[in-house]
């Protein structure tokens, strides 16, 4: 009998650290985010795999840990040719980590899974970027695609700390001004307060 596809949630809430480790791997990360552009189509394994350039069996352990933390299930079943074929699906449009997990006694583990993630997805990026072509550092191409990386740090007064953040949280949306006909691009915006020079000794 097959199963029919369920409507995904609009978010799914990250509540433990283990779901951040289980998207800390770049594949899995890829998987999903694959899966969540479009939540209510199914994919199987193997188109999962031919639209990552991977193959087919290198995917069936992180689709079944993906499924086990929820972040995919099953949406659909069929038989084909008298195998059981069964089609994932992301269990959500977006994800947001709990900030109760952010402030329990497994805060520190949690922050530094998720920057690991994060920062680790970036540099993956920028440097296939490089080896293909599509980051350019030639100030003589007129048709280069530019990156900017920045530093920077500096003793703020609360009023400016708002405003700064409502700057980045303003850069963070870039996702809402999307152009068909555009190029792709990546962000990454941190901004955080910095412990005094005694915690560091």
Not at 64 to 79: K, N
Not at 174 to 198: C, H, M, N, W
């Given at each position: 009998?097959?199963?029919?596809?369920?409507?995904?949630?609009?978010?799914?809430?990250?509540?433990?650290v283990?779901?951040?480790?289980?998207?800390?791997?770049?594949?899995?990360?890829?998987?999903?985010?694959?899966?969540?552009?479009?939540?209510?189509?199914?994919?199987?394994?193997?188109?999962?795999?031919?639209?990552?350039?991977?193959?087919?069996?290198?995917?069936?352990?992180?689709l079944?840990l993906?499924?086990?933390?929820?972040?995919?299930?099953?949406?659909?079943t069929?038989?084909?040719?008298g195998?059981?074929?069964?089609?994932?699906?992301?269990?959500?449009?977006?994800?947001?980590?709990?900030?109760?997990?952010?402030?329990?006694?497994?805060?520190?583990?949690a922050?530094?899974?998720?920057?690991?993630?994060?920062?680790?997805?970036?540099?993956?990026?920028?440097?296939?970027?490089?080896?293909?072509?599509?980051l350019?550092?030639?100030?003589?191409?007129?048709?280069?695609?530019?990156?900017?990386?920045?530093?920077?740090?500096?003793?703020?007064?609360p009023?400016?700390?708002?405003?700064?953040?409502?700057l980045?949280?303003?850069?963070?949306?870039?996702?809402?001004?999307?152009?068909?006909?555009?190029?792709?691009?990546?962000?990454?915006?941190?901004?955080?307060?910095?412990?005094?020079?005694?915690?560091?000794?």
């Amino acid at each position: 009998m097959s199963k029919k596809p369920a409507t995904p949630s609009r978010e799914m809430v990250i509540t433990d650290v283990e779901q951040l480790k289980v998207i800390g791997d770049s594949l899995r990360l890829q998987m999903i985010e694959t899966m969540a552009e479009n939540p209510n189509r199914g994919w199987t394994a193997k188109e999962l795999a031919e639209e990552l350039g991977t193959k087919q069996t290198k995917l069936y352990h992180h689709l079944g840990l993906l499924e086990q933390h929820g972040f995919i299930r099953v949406g659909e079943t069929r038989m084909v040719s008298g195998i059981q074929e069964k089609r994932y699906q992301a269990t959500a449009h977006g994800y947001q980590v709990d900030r109760a997990l952010l402030t329990g006694a497994g805060a520190e583990d949690a922050v530094s899974v998720a920057i690991d993630t994060i920062f680790d997805r970036a540099r993956s990026e920028i440097l296939v970027g490089l080896r293909s072509g599509a980051l350019n550092f030639d100030p003589g191409d007129p048709n280069r695609k530019r990156m900017g990386l920045w530093a920077s740090s500096a003793r703020l007064s609360p009023a400016s700390v708002k405003r700064v953040m409502r700057l980045v949280e303003k850069l963070a949306a870039i996702d809402t001004d999307q152009d068909a006909d555009g190029a792709e691009y990546g962000l990454l915006v941190g901004f955080y307060p910095r412990a005094s020079k005694e915690h560091d000794r």
